[in-house]
């Protein structure tokens, strides 16, 4: 019995330390995610964060305005937004600016001419 009960811990840590890839997410790296980026670039920033692990318990590092520093995170649905190809004639209009202001499972996803709510991408 003693050799089952250490091969069980050893099973038990072996997929403990999958956790992160197993949900999608890397070492270190927080739930949620980040707020749109619609700013212009301000190129003469630095970087003020590296990860999420240099910022505060609610905040994420994230690109904004093309230099990364910490923000609030933003709630994230299941899934991943599908490809739009096309290119827009028109100026950008937002129809949503994040997941929460979808309903259902439909995310808030790039488009060819803004973001808009769309069903999440399958396979």
């Not at 190129?43 to 305005?65: E, F, G, I, W």
């Amino acid at each position: 019995m003693r050799f089952g009960s250490l091969f069980l811990l050893v099973v038990l840590l072996a997929v403990g330390t999958q956790l992160p890839a197993a949900s999608g997410r890397k070492k270190g790296e927080k739930a949620g995610g980040c707020p749109p980026d619609d700013g212009p670039c301000l190129l003469s920033v630095p970087d003020q964060c590296k990860d999420d692990s240099q910022c505060p318990s609610t905040m994420k590092c994230c690109y904004q305005a093309c230099f990364r520093h910490c923000v609030p995170r933003v709630s994230v649905k299941q899934g991943s937004c599908p490809e739009d190809r096309l290119q827009c004639l028109s100026p950008t209009k937002h129809l949503c600016h994040q997941d929460s202001d979808c309903s259902g499972k439909k995310r808030c996803c790039h488009s060819a001419c803004g973001r808009d709510c769309r069903d999440p991408a399958t396979g």
